[in-house]
């Protein structure tokens, strides 16, 4: 390779079963499956990934240009996440308008929330409670965790940087990290009141929440993509050890999904920083091309769903509540189905003709050729 190229991000099938794992799980929960009564888990398994996968795109920078060009980083984010969420508000927004006027004032305070991305401190201040919902949930009740990334995408970045000019001993700096992570864990630890139904300033919090994309952060650090290439990804002890480890922290996650539920103080006081760890060992052993976890999660099938899992989460809530909400009684078979299907259907033209063209900058380039053709036709009119 010439010296002069810059090495880019490798494509990871495996992130993107980890990806759809997580809302599929998210998506159980909340269509009230008894075998996922910790199916909220899967959003601090997003937060891990998206703890990683920025800091790694950040550290890959840094290596080829030494330096970090957070405005181009915050452009970049904000054409991946802003387009599908404003789709999302404006057809809430619209759907509220014409069939239950009544709530739309209610929800105005949830929209403009979900705007700025602080969706998470407005439900702490108004007390909404995430497991303790009397009534219609709101419809962006979900948009919380987004907030908190969003906010992470703001922040993180330019803390990132300074460490890596200023601090210029590795472990030295994941150990600055391995520090905050320990603060938010013991915040969360120490915030939390055993048998109280609201636990919202614990859950939406994003100081309580900051490990887990603190610990994918970390991750990053000690084992960037670019670490599994050439002769580091051909060891075959360091892929049987991936496998192993992999499998035993998926075995337990999978076990925290189905046996614990919102209620359980462990979860409060060590359980998420466990899951988030776990999440992690999942994340490293994916992120090696030929371990049988990449080979498992990296199916077509996962992919697929993977790569709109982002539209997949964004709409389901929706979905479920508002546009196709259940009239009475437990959820049927068929109703379940409609609702999935419905969720993917959108996603997937929400991701194929809104999200996608935005983040490619396709959509200028079809503006520009209407325009060139509509500039041939007037020519040719004209002759």
Same mark, same amino acid.
């Given at each position: 390779m010439d010296g002069n190229e810059i090495k880019k991000n490798r494509y990871m099938p495996g992130l993107d079963g980890i990806r759809a794992l997580a809302v599929f799980v998210v998506i159980a929960y909340h269509l009230d499956f008894e075998w996922v009564s910790g199916g909220f888990l899967g959003v601090g398994v997003f937060f891990v990934l998206s703890g990683y996968l920025i800091t790694d795109l950040l550290i890959l920078e840094w290596a080829n240009t030494g330096q970090i060009n957070l405005r181009h980083f915050w452009i970049k984010r904000a054409k991946r996440l802003l387009p599908g969420q404003i789709l999302v508000l404006i057809v809430v927004a619209l759907w509220l308008l014409l069939f239950n006027f009544s709530r739309l004032d209610i929800l105005w305070g949830d929209l403009l929330a979900s705007i700025f991305y602080v969706t998470n401190w407005w439900f702490i201040f108004n007390d909404v409670g995430y497991f303790s919902n009397f009534g219609e949930p709101s419809p962006l009740l979900h948009f919380w965790s987004l907030a908190i990334e969003e906010q992470f995408?703001?922040?993180w970045p330019f803390?990132?940087?300074l460490g890596l000019r200023f601090v210029h001993n590795r472990k030295l700096f994941i150990g600055f990290i391995l520090v905050g992570t320990l603060a938010s864990a013991l915040g969360m630890a120490y915030l939390y009141q055993p048998g109280l139904m609201d636990t919202s300033r614990v859950y939406f919090g994003t100081d309580t929440r @900051? $490990?887990?994309?603190?610990?994918g952060a970390a991750l990053a650090l000690c084992f960037p993509s670019k670490m599994f290439e050439g002769n580091v990804a051909n060891n075959k002890y360091l892929r049987i050890s991936l496998d192993i480890v992999g499998g035993i922290s998926c075995a337990i996650l999978f076990w925290m999904i189905w046996q614990t539920n919102q209620y359980e @103080? $462990?979860?409060?006081r060590g359980g998420m920083v466990l899951q988030c760890i776990t999440s992690a060992v999942v994340v490293a052993a994916a992120v090696h091309p030929s371990t049988w976890i990449t080979r498992i999660l990296g199916c077509r099938l996962l992919q697929w769903l993977g790569v709109r899992s982002y539209g997949i989460y964004i709409w389901h809530y929706p979905v479920l509540v508002l546009f196709f909400p259940l009239s009475g009684g437990e959820n049927s078979i068929p109703h379940i189905l409609i609702q999935i299907g419905i969720t993917l259907l959108v996603a997937s033209i929400s991701w194929r003709f809104i999200?996608?063209?935005i983040r490619y900058g396709e959509v200028g380039s079809m503006f520009r050729g209407i325009w060139r053709f509509g500039s041939k036709e007037c020519s040719t009119t004209k002759k």
């Open positions: 995408y703001l922040f803390l990132l940087l @900051a $490990f887990a994309l603190l610990i @103080a $462990f979860l409060y999200e996608q063209p």
